[in-house]
């Protein structure tokens, strides 16, 4: 199974900027970020294919936040630009070890392997 780490996690002001990693082993079809604000859904935010490296985005981020790959390193970044404080949450990253489709790319259900979060807070 897949294992991933989280990292970069911290306060951030609005409208910064920040970016987060995640360092994966094992194989995937493609890599997520989710994002958990206390009492609501997890979300995903941005995704990426392992081959090819299309990227997806939820349209609350498009424009803003950016999802990428260096598969030499096995890392994912998220980099996050003009931030709000609605962006703040619990993110994590997650592995589909069992494959992807663009049609549901950013469901929970599509990944099977998770991170164990890294927390952004974004303050004025």
């Known amino acids: 199974q897949a294992q991933l780490v989280e990292s970069g996690g911290g306060s951030v002001q609005v409208g910064g900027s920040h970016t987060l990693s995640c360092a994966a082993s094992g194989y995937r079809y493609c890599v997520g970020w989710f994002r958990q604000a206390p009492g609501k859904e997890r979300e995903g935010v941005a995704a990426i294919s392992s081959v090819g490296g299309s990227t997806y985005y939820a349209d609350s981020v498009k424009g803003r936040f950016t999802i990428s790959q260096d598969n030499a390193k096995n890392t994912v970044y998220l980099r996050m630009n003009s931030l709000k404080p609605e962006d703040t949450a619990m993110y994590y990253c997650?592995?589909?070890?069992?494959?992807?489709?663009?049609?549901?790319?950013?469901?929970?259900?599509?990944?099977?392997?998770w991170g164990q979060g890294t927390l952004v807070t974004v303050s004025s």
């Open positions: 997650a592995a589909a070890e069992y494959g992807c489709s663009s049609g549901a790319i950013l469901a929970r259900a599509t990944y099977n392997s």
